[in-house]
């Protein structure tokens, strides 16, 4: 039911900025409740969440196939792409509960767990702002390249990525063979 949700979002989205879509224009796409809705998740924004871990997940499993970070993000910038309706509609709302704010947590996470596996510790409190700021900062340039304002290929993309890091935080990950 989850997905079935999470497609009529879709289809909605592609209509309908995601601030002003209802859950009865959400439920009545699907051909279900409100009730049912309900049931499934607290409002909107958690259903463009659940959804949004799923294919996040499936982008940090192809992010994961690549030995490398530049490997990886093309692998993501290219699964983006196949999800660019959902991805577009969904980071141009700045609400509460937003996908920018969960990418941010998801995306620190991811990075963090492929320092600290590798290292056998958690990253240090300075090394740890700085992943936070180009966290951030990945954020925002993939949100502009969803939204059209970069011009790129998902190879460029990862490049400029790549360049934006800061150097410790560079320096870490190509100490760990991540770059």
């Known amino acids: 039911m989850k997905y079935k949700l999470a497609q009529a979002m879709k289809i909605c989205m592609q209509k309908t900025s995601l601030e002003k879509i209802t859950v009865s224009q959400v439920v009545q796409q699907c051909g279900t409740t409100r009730q049912t809705f309900y049931r499934n998740f607290k409002d909107k924004y958690d259903l463009v969440n659940w959804y949004f ?38 980071f141009k ?26 290292t056998h510790a958690a990253v240090p409190k300075h090394l740890r702002l700085l992943l936070e700021m180009y966290c951030h900062a990945s954020i925002y340039m993939t949100v502009q390249w969803v939204l059209g304002q970069i011009p790129s290929t998902p190879e460029e993309m990862a490049g400029l990525l790549v360049d934006a890091m800061p150097p410790q935080l560079e320096q870490t990950f190509r100490e760990l063979n991540l770059l």
Do not use: V
């Open 53 to 90: 871990d799923r294919i996040l997940l499936e982008s940090f499993e192809h992010m994961g196939e690549g030995n490398t970070i530049p490997e990886g993000l093309i692998n993501k910038f290219r699964y983006i792409e196949q999800e660019k309706i959902f991805f577009k509609a969904a």
């Open 93 to 118: 709302n700045n609400d509460q509960n937003n996908l920018r704010d969960h990418d941010f947590e998801l995306i620190l996470a991811f990075y963090t767990e492929r320092i600290e596996s590798r």
